[in-house]
């Protein structure tokens, strides 16, 4: 790109107001350098346009720059979240919590005295916590809101900000709205801030005491179904926390029912760097590579692992009595077999009422066939855990009556099995998960034994996950061009070699669903295909879904990577 005369003052202006505004002396010298330098190009990349809170915050790349994310954009948008607090709430309280990422104690610090100064009151961990954690502390100290700094799975690049209500889940309308309305507003000279010390001589700012903690340990043991049977249970666990927040409460969880847990050594210290992964997240089979390998070693019945904030979980499980291989779940397999563990143990303990289970619209039908063929309900969400809290705060209030909630899952590796939490849950479900395995250990039965007997019973499901990344601002262009392309796609019409049955676009009407950018495309052939823009990364994700009934899985288990292929190269 050529910069005139007049894009580098605008640049340099944007840059100087950047630089008298920003508290972090590491991110002004970053673009005090880019100045010196005369990178154009970067300081463009970093000013052309501004972070926006979006629906439940915001998520960025580390550096300067209103396009980044850093000390200044932290306390823009938490100015923004206190106004909309003081505006609509008598003597509103904020607890925050923050993971493993680089700056994300001095994010939470920097959050923590602008709404101090703002006269909100303030409960600030002293060390890193999950993001299931907060959502429980919210609920159990009655907070107002919530704040979590983290970019959950994301490299290490990156960081974010996510914000919380009441009910303990992400923020949903009108208070996302209004939030993102003044944050995006704030300007510089509006930002209040104040001095630690101060703060916390006055009352406003107070550490969140140990008691919170005990508190979810509590409710996590008193929501397990068989407790006595995993304290009974010889049980060997390979974990991984992946350098997260993880570590401490998941051992502690699994310790205190007598369960032997093993960590990976080189993965058990929170670093934001995540130096021994490309990617911090489960899913991926390099990030869980270690902890196989550990559970290779000490023969473990079962791999756990979690992301650096732990919401979500990663399982792996031994394909044979030997354990000397083993297999690493997909986000639809660990739902599908903790539903169906979960529906038939509330089926066999006569539990009353109607179990209601909420998944995301790009799970496994999988999950469906099962709640109903028990009896429940199944209710499909737009992607996002936060909706999955809306339908868990709905049956709280009464809309429901006669259901209880039962599960909550994504594809994405999110899981929650209580309700105390309103977000998705690593550590209650990595207990979870260890209480099914004995469980089905119990009756001589493996995991792997298990999920090919849903399989036998239902039919055979499987997917493939894929997306496209487009960076900066041509990106952005050529993301809306590919949406676009997408909608004017009608039933008839030939996408990948296949026709069309129908096209549904969530942006219409009368969808049953929120508006939201996400079309769904059945075709004729029977394979379903979700495609929508990631709300927290510069890409495209792409959802396939096929399935065969129960004699047609080997054949279908062929043509997978084919089929995989041939979309990924037409997409």
Known sequence: MEFTERMKQDVLAAAREYIASETGPIFVREVENAVELGD??????????????????????????????????????????ADYLKASVKDPSVVIAYDSRLFSPEFALSAAKVLA???????????LRPVPMLSFAVRHM???????????????????????????????????IEIAKRANAVKAADIKDGDEAELRSSGLLVSVPDSVDEAYYAMVHASLRRPELISSSSVKVAYTPLHGSGNKPVRHMLSSL??????????????????????????????????????????????????PDADRLGIAIPTDPSKTDYLLLTGNQIATLLVDYLIGTAAEMKREGTPFVAKSLVTTDLVRKIVEKHGGVCKDVLTGFKYIAEEIERIERGDNPGK????????????????????????????????MMCYYASKGITLQQRLDAIYAEYGYSTEVVFSNEYDGAEGKEKM????????????????????????????????????????????????????????????????????????????????????????????
């Open 258 to 307: 007598g369960i032997e847990c093993h960590v990976v050594k080189e993965q058990e210290e929170p670093d934001g760097r995540f130096p021994t992964v490309k990617l911090p997240n489960p899913e991926s089979a390099e990030a869980m590579q270690k902890a196989i390998a550990l559970g290779k070693e000490i023969k473990a019945d079962i791999v756990l692992g979690t992301d």
């Open 40 to 81: 154009w190009e970067g300081l463009y990349d970093r000013f052309y346009t501004s972070l926006a809170f979006g629906t439940a915050g915001m998520r960025g790349v580390i550096g300067c720059g209103t396009n980044r994310i850093n000390t200044y954009m932290v306390r823009k948008v938490t100015q923004g979240l």
């Open 404 to 435: 209880y909630f039962l599960f909550g899952c994504e594809e994405s590796y999110g899981f929650l099995t209580v309700t105390d939490v309103h977000d998705k849950d690593a550590v209650s479900s990595s207990v979870a998960a260890v209480e």
């Open 142 to 176: 009655k907070a107002t809101a919530g704040i979590v700094v983290t970019a959950s799975h994301n490299p290490s690049k990156y960081n974010g900000y996510k914000v919380y209500w009441s009910d303990g889940g992400q923020v949903t309308p009108p208070h996302d």
């Open 117 to 127: 100064a703002n006269g909100v009151k303030v409960h600030l961990y002293d060390s």
């Open 480 to 571: 809306k061009s590919i949406m676009a392309n997408m909608r004017s796609l009608k039933p008839g019409d030939e996408l990948v070699s296949r026709r069309i049955a129908s096209v549904e676009d969530l942006m219409g009407e009368n969808t049953g669903f929120p508006k939201a950018d996400v079309i769904i495309i059945r075709f004729e052939s029977g394979e379903k295909l979700v495609v929508r823009p990631s709300g927290t990364e510069p890409k495209i994700k792409y959802y396939l879904f096929l399935s065969e009934g129960p004699d047609g899985r080997a054949a279908l288990e062929k043509k997978v990577g084919e089929v995989k292929a041939e979309f990924m190269a037409a997409l």
